[in-house]
């Protein structure tokens, strides 16, 4: 098995717009039959466990080849099989449906039932490349929603007016209150994170502390 890293950046990312719904597509060709089952997913784990199943639902095929995109930028993980295919006939042009839509948090398995005819590498590339493409255009996508999760510590005198302020910017997910010290989980638009930091700091003459910052797409 051969695994495969890219990236998508500098485009509009979109997701699954069903959150754990399956979307098929099948394809023959020369006899041989290619069936792609596309869905979302929010971590490796979850895309383990989906293989899992589609070969479980497809029992005894040779190939279950895939291809998975988690997150943008930086932080993207992605990863394709060939599961035993010629080296680069499965796994990339699977990939390549995902990142040129690009399309992430999604997972894409395709299975082959071999129909005794012999498709060469580029009849590989084309058959695995066009069922993952026809398997997306039957999913319904939506504009990925990029978030940031700050954690953030405050002294314990600057907490009453920190927590009104974080409240009108966007989502408190948790607070811990200490003898001298109060953190702050907080989820707001990536595009506020900036915003929300430098208001943090001012607020507390600077002597807050930024903890981590975690973004998300969603």
Excluded at 85 to 91: N, R
Excluded at 97 to 105: F, I, K, M, P
Excluded at 165 to 173: I, L, P, T
Excluded at 184 to 206: H, N, P, Q, W
Aim: proline share 2%; charged share 20%.
């Amino acid at each position: 098995m051969r695994d495969q890293d890219g990236s998508t950046t500098g485009s509009a990312v979109s997701v699954l717009a069903a959150v754990g719904t399956t979307y098929v597509e099948s394809l023959t060709v020369k006899r041989s039959r290619f069936v792609a089952t596309v869905t979302s997913i929010g971590s490796e784990s979850d895309f383990r466990g989906f293989l899992d199943a589609v070969r479980g639902e497809h029992h005894g095929v040779h190939h279950a080849c895939w291809a998975f995109s988690l997150g943008t930028g930086a932080r993207q993980v992605t990863r394709s099989s060939d599961d035993g295919e010629p080296t680069g006939t499965a796994g990339p042009p699977i990939l390549a449906a995902l990142q040129t839509r690009h399309v992430t948090n999604a997972a894409i398995v395709v299975v082959r039932y071999y129909g005794g005819i012999q498709l060469g590498t580029g009849g590989l590339v084309r058959a695995y490349g066009s069922v993952a493409r026809a398997a997306l255009d039957g999913a319904p996508l939506r504009a990925a929603k990029s978030t940031s999760r700050v954690r953030f510590s405050v002294p314990i005198a600057d907490a009453g007016r920190i927590e009104q302020a974080v409240h009108a910017m966007g989502s408190v997910r948790a607070s811990d209150y200490r003898a001298h010290s109060v953190s702050f989980l907080v989820e707001v638009d990536a595009s506020d994170e900036e915003t929300l930091c430098d208001r943090v700091m001012s607020l507390t003459s600077g002597a807050a502390s930024i903890v981590d910052v975690d973004r998300v797409v969603a």
